[in-house]
Structures are given as C-alpha cells and as structure tokens.
C-alpha cells in the first residue's frame, strides 16, 4: 500500500535504513510468516512485472517453481533501469532491491502503478526475507546481473553480455529460518495467476512447476479480459444471456464489467482494485449493486413489466442467479475493513453508478429478449423471497413462541460459554446415541439427523426456512440464517460435522457444507466450522493396547511399527469400521471427540471462486462435470468407500 501513497524524496531514502526491520518484523510486512506470506513473495514480484504490462510495455510473464522451491518470474517488460541513481549512488536495480519502499518512484513516466499484492511492499522486502536473491536485466543493449543474500549486496551490478532484447528475471530462494514452510502450493499460485490474466486483457501469463516427476503447467491469456472471467466462473452452469454483457470505460478511474445471468439461485460478484481481490466490497460493489437495482427497476417500469400497483424489486432479486466481476484501477487507492481489503475510495460509487446506469440501459433497450428473460427471473425470486419472509416469520414468531425451545432431538452441553461449547451434527440416530453417551456433556452438544438432507444449491430460500432437517440445524446454533446471519450469536464455537467415512457420510458432508456456504457463509469464513475424522480400522492383540488407524498410510505404518517389534500381521485382529455406529461410546470418545487425541480438519474458504465451483459441480444440475471431478479427485479422497 505504501509504495503509491507516499512519495518519498531523495533525504527520506537516505534516512531509511537497510532491511533489518523486515526481517526482524516479517508480519508487519506480508501480514504473517505462513504459507500465505510465504506466496506474498512471489505475488510482489509478478506485481512489478504486471505493473510494467500496465503501463504498456510488457506482453508476457513466466513463472517457474525450480526444484528445491527456487522461485523464477521473467517479464519482457524494457527492464529495471540499471544507471547510477544520483542521490544512493547506487545502481537503481540495487536501490529498489535494498531499500525499503522505494519501488516505483524512480521509474519516471511509468504510468500509473495500480498492481499491487495486499501488502503491496516490494521487492526490497522479497529480497529481505530470502536466503539469496539474483536479479538479471536486459536493457541498452546489455544483460546486467547483480545477487544478493538475506537483503545485502553480495554482488554488485555488472554487466554479463549482450543482448537486442529486454526484460527482467528474479530468482529467489525464500528464507526458511523465517517461513513455516517454503513449499509452495501450484494449485493456489496458478488459481492467482489465472484471475490476473484475467484482470489484464492481452497478458500471457504462464506458471511451470518443476519440482515433481511430472511437470505442471499453466498457460493464461486471455483477450476477453473479464468477458472470460465470468464464462470460466459460469462453465458449469446453465446460462440465461450466452454473451455476458460487457461494460468498459477507461478515464481517470477505468471500471470494468461483466455480467451473466444463471439458472442458479446464488449471488456471486467478485470485485477487484488494482488486482486485489475486494473480499470485503466497497465502494465499487456500492455502486454497482445501486446501479443494477436502479436500472432494472426502470426499464420494468417504462416496459410495463412492473405495474404501477407493484411495488419496486429488491436488489436481491435483482442479483439472483448473477454471475459478475467488477474490476476497478486507481492511483491511490486506499482499503480498510478487517482484512483490509475494502475499498474505500468514496469518488468511486459515483464513477461506477454513472458508467452502469448508461451502459446497462442501453444494452437491456438494444437487448430486449435478454431483459425480458432476466426480467422474468428477478420477479419470480422476489415472489420466492415474499414466501421465504412468510415462512421465516413463521419460524421466528414460533421460536418466540417457545423461546427456550431447542430442537427436540439436540442434546445440549451445560455451559453456555459459546468459545468452549462445541455441537457434533452427527448422522444417524445409532451414532448419535453413543455420541450422546460418550461425550463430555459440560460443552459439548449433540445433534442428530436422519433421512434425506434437503440439497439447498437446488432449492430456493423459501424452501429452506421451515425444512424439517435444517431447521433443527439452524435453531441449535442460533444465529439466522442468510442476510440475518449474525455470527456473535452463534451458541457454539465449533460446529462439527460427523459423518461415517463412506459415501453416504461424503454426501451428508456435502450437502451440509453447501448449506453452510451458501446460507451461512461468514461460519466457514471464521473458522467454526469442522469435520470430524472417525477412525477407519482399529488393531487388537491380547495384552496389547487398541491402536486406531484413521487412513490406509496409518494403518500401513502401524502394521510396519509392530513388525519392527516382533509382532506379525498375523497375530492382530483387524476391525474395519464401516459406520460410527458401529463404536460405542467409549471408543467414539477416545477416537473422534475426545478433544485430547481426536483430530479435527478445519473449513477453510481460502478461495471463494473455489468453492463455489466445487459446490457447483457436486450439487448442481449438470452431470458431465460432477462426473469428471469426482474421477479426478477420486484418487484424493481414499477414506471415501467407493
Ligand atoms: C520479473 C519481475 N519484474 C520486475 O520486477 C520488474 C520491475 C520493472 C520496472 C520497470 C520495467 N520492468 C520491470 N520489471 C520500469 C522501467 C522503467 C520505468 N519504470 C519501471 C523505465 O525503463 O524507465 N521497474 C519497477 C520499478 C522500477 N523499475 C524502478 F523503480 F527501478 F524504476
């Protein structure tokens, strides 16, 4: 952030110190140490190179992870200026790589500098946080290359050869005293990669990953820009305009849109500033959603779509079933929020609003069968939301009715402290009754649900307030449900989905999941949300304590273990648990509740777009995709009984 909001002049850099700080403080820096800091290095340095394609002369970026996760970006931008800058006396390509924050102010006329990773503090601080770092230019007719280790100079810039061409490579090896880890994850750099050539029309991006026996491969360019954002989002998806409906304009804030209308029933807009991904809105995503709404009201109104005796459709109804990126690009742009990553800036709800109101009236006049069919969505959702409010008040004056009245099939804990209190959603009455009797009942909670779960990604909210299976579901947490989802009242810290290690338990899980994506979001965003691994065999030999396995590798290394003592396969008996039925409450406490030796996975929502394909495909319409991925992952998922 810092490096486009301050200019710092010549006695400010002389002033600042070398890299130490960074190192002594790296959080401060890229927000954490974790694996996600650890991608922020590689993000920093693809920015630069995204900043140059910006400004117009760079075409292509090359991405490589080398073994020994040595990371490798090339742009064919014109090159770091490598002339002695007057006030370090250094080479510019030193000063930028070993002072802190001075990236983009010694590049001249380099336009506007919008890329940015969150953090959007540079090369230096790359440089600080890896064990060595070598940068090579091609520039005036020469290749120059200069190397450094933990942020110092250990070679300075000379030059190595001649070349026509120009361009820019870094390489470096991040530092491991400082990072958690330094494996990099392929499929979370390429997901990036991919939206970033998306957000930058005509830039090829590729990523190669050379670290296993199998190369992988990434290949991202895109002239549709974000035209074929929203067709990769929607490729699963049943469409209600083919041609997504285009809105650019360039000026002092260039806006870019694309919208397509699904069959579905989910809301799903992302927003970009400069590249970054605006999970918390702003004021682009103010002006945009104004603008929609105002739009589509009008043009229903001056068609007669809309009578006069009817009353105004809500944005909601209006967002139902879209699909839309919303892309935005200025100078200072300023993001606040909890994560930082709300934009702020209040010039831009009106530079939006103007720009939708005309662009989006004009197409729905040009376009009058994709309006009417839009149109005639919009209007059956806002029928469906006037019987969801009718069927949400029901439940509502009911639970004020019998205030205290919890389902009558949840087994509550004692405690009413929420941060200590867990509740296991536990399929099927028999697990559920040994789970009752093998817990700690002080705080943790048992629900219990049998029969079919209701597939919300198929239903409309009016079916979901009063279903009979997720009622109870949504009662024993107590925090709403949808837009009146109010995280501080959850009654529990930790919701834990526990479901037999089959298919069926798959699809419970599944189907849970998706309800709590859809419905009850800001759960899986805050990390309450966990499943529990029941344990796949149990080993026993007289004298012997039980030892439990929960993956085949598990059972394999406990067999190995027990030769190594003397003992052979022969002699253990062997359990396969097919069901959590099948423990009884003891057992179901040592191995799956028993806070001190269970293990419990997270939900984690890293990636939105992620998972709202990966729900998509497992519990939408279309067969062919859900088909593939689950052939794809099939090999991933081995607890699964198939
Ligand atoms: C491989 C990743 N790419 C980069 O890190 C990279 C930085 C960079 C750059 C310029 C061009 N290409 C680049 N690639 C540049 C050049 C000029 C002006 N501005 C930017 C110019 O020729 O005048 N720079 C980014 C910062 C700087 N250069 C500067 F501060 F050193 F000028």
């Known amino acids: 952030m810092e490096k486009y909001e301050h200019e710092y002049g010549a006695e400010q850099i002389q002033v600042l110190e070398g890299l130490d700080p960074v190192r002594k403080r790296p959080g401060m820096y890229i927000g954490s140490t974790s694996v996600r800091g650890l991608h922020h290095l590689v993000y920093e340095i693809v920015d630069n190179g995204v900043d140059e394609a910006l400004a117009g002369y760079c075409t292509e970026i090359n991405i490589v992870i080398e073994k020994g996760n040595i990371i490798s970006v090339t742009d064919n931008g014109r090159g770091i200026p490598v002339e002695i800058h007057p006030k370090t006396k250094l080479s510019t390509v030193e000063t930028v790589y070993t002072v802190l924050h001075a990236g983009g ?17 540079g090369a230096s601080v790359v440089n600080a946080l890896s064990e060595w770092t070598e940068v090579t230019v091609k520039r005036d007719g020469g290749i120059y290359a200069i190397k450094f280790e933990r942020g110092k100079t250990i070679e300075p810039l000379k030059k190595i050869g001649e070349t026509k061409e120009t361009g820019t490579k870094v390489r470096f090896l991040a530092d491991n005293t400082i990072f958690e880890t330094t494996d990099y994850n392929y499929e979370t750099l390429e997901t990036r990669f991919r939206e970033i050539a998306f957000l930058t029309k005509g830039l090829k991006i590729t990523i190669e990953d050379q670290r296993g026996e199998e190369v ?6 895109f002239e549709g820009g974000l035209i074929s954002f929203v067709e990769f989002l929607n490729k699963n998806k049943e469409k209600i305009n083919k041609k997504p409906i285009y809105i650019e304009k360039d000026g002092e804030i260039p806006v870019e849109i694309a919208i397509q209308y ?60 879209i699909t839309a990126v919303v892309s935005v690009k200025l100078r200072e742009a300023q993001f606040e929020g909890q994560t930082k990553t709300k934009l702020g800036n209040s010039e831009v709800t009106g530079v939006v609003m103007s720009m939708v109101n005309e662009a989006l009236s004009t197409f729905l006049e040009e376009n009058p069968n994709v309006a009417k069919a839009i149109l005639e969505k919009c209007i059956s959702a806002s029928r469906a939301r006037e019987a969801a409010r009718k069927a949400r008040e029901l439940v509502r004056r009911k639970s004020a009715l019998e205030t205290t009245t919890l389902p009558g099939k949840l087994a509550d804990c004692s405690s009413k402290v929420a941060e200590e209190c867990e509740v296991y959603i536990v399929e099927g009455d028999s697990a559920g009754g040994s789970a009752k009797q093998g817990r700690d009942r002080r705080y943790q909670a048992i629900l219990p649900l049998w029969g079919k779960m209701l597939n919300v990604e198929k239903a409309r909210a009016d079916k979901i307030y009063g279903n009979d299976k997720l ?12 837009a009146d989802f109010d995280i501080t009242k959850i009654r529990y810290g930790k919701v834990i989905i526990m479901a037999d290690a089959d298919v069926d338990g798959a699809h419970i899980r ?14 899986i965003e805050n990390g309450n949300v966990f499943l529990a691994q029941p344990p796949l065999y149990k080993l026993s030999k007289k004298g012997m304590e039980d030892i439990y396995c929960y993956t085949d590798d598990d059972l394999e290394n406990s067999y190995k273990e027990l030769e190594e003592k003397g003992i052979s396969r022969e002699q253990i008996g062997i359990q396969r648990y097919k069901g959590l039925g099948e423990m009884n409450p003891e057992q179901l406490w040592e191995t799956t509740m028993n806070p001190e030796t269970r293990t419990l996975v997270k939900v984690t929502m890293d990636d939105a777009i992620k998972a709202d394909e990966t729900f998509t495909i497992l519990m939408g319409d279309e067969v062919g995709p859900r088909r593939e991925f689950i052939e794809s992952n099939a090999k991933s998922v081995k607890n699964l009984d198939v």
Request: hydrophobic residues 35%; without cysteine; proline residues 2%.
């Open 105 to 121: 102010k010694f590049g001249g006329d380099s336009g506007y500098k919008v890329a940015g990773g969150l953090h959007g503090v």
């Open 216 to 221: 992988k491969k990434g290949d991202f360019h």
């Open 262 to 321: 699904t069959t579905s029933y989910s809301e799903n807009i992302y927003s970009f500033a400069n590249n970054i991904s605006t999970v918390e809105g702003g004021t682009h995503l103010e002006g945009f959603k104004r603008s929609l709404t105002k739009v589509f009201n009008d043009y229903a109104r001056s068609h007669n779509i809309l009578k006069e005796k009817d009353s105004n459709l809500q944005g909601e109804d209006i967002r139902e079933g």
């Open 471 to 482: 009622n109870p579901v949504i009662i024993a947490i107590g925090a709403g449900i949808g």
């Open 510 to 523: 599944t189907l849970l999941l998706t309800f709590f994506f859809r419905y009850m979001r800001p759960l």
